[in-house]
């Protein structure tokens, strides 16, 4: 009776630590379809998430999808904000550490131009290279929603 009780314990215990996952999943695509705009996704540097406290995932094929969506349900969950990266394609990072570069040299799929990167040199070097301007996040987030 005594082990029974402490399987059913530990059992509930990993159901629960599954369930409150908050860590952004892996983006199946040409499966996964956006959240806003709901187009396949199929790029794999533009990609990005939204994961909320309780761990639901929001998937979406551009970061200025995300962005749409935050605006168009301001009162919606808290939680983390994640997106693709230019140096390692279909990786994830949180979208607040990182650098991004509108240019219309680098076009992404909803046509903001917007491709986020984990390193800001890296930014900077390719807005050399093709133009553009940089963004942190905060800016970004002022930038696309006026």
């Known amino acids: 009776m005594k082990n029974r009780m402490k399987i059913s314990l530990l059992a509930l215990l990993v ?3 599954v369930s409150c996952n908050t860590e952004p999943q892996a983006i199946d695509y040409g ?3 956006c959240h806003f705009c709901k187009m396949t996704i199929v790029d794999k540097i533009h ?3 939204f994961v909320t406290e309780k ?3 929001y998937k979406f094929d551009a970061t200025e999808c995300m962005l749409n969506y935050a605006q168009d349900t301001p009162n919606s969950d808290t939680g983390v904000y994640y997106t693709n990266y230019y140096e390692s394609p279909t990786d994830l990072i949180p979208s607040s550490d990182a650098t991004y570069l509108i240019s219309k ?3 992404s799929p909803m046509g903001a131009n917007l491709t986020a990167f984990k390193e800001k040199s890296i930014a900077e070097k390719i807005q050399s290279d093709l133009g553009g301007n940089i963004y942190n996040w905060e800016e970004l987030k002022s930038y696309l929603n006026k």
């Open 15 to 17: 159901v629960l630590a």
């Open 31 to 33: 499966n996964d379809g």
């Open 47 to 49: 990609g990005a998430e």
């Open 55 to 57: 761990g639901k995932v």
């Open 105 to 107: 040299e680098l076009p």
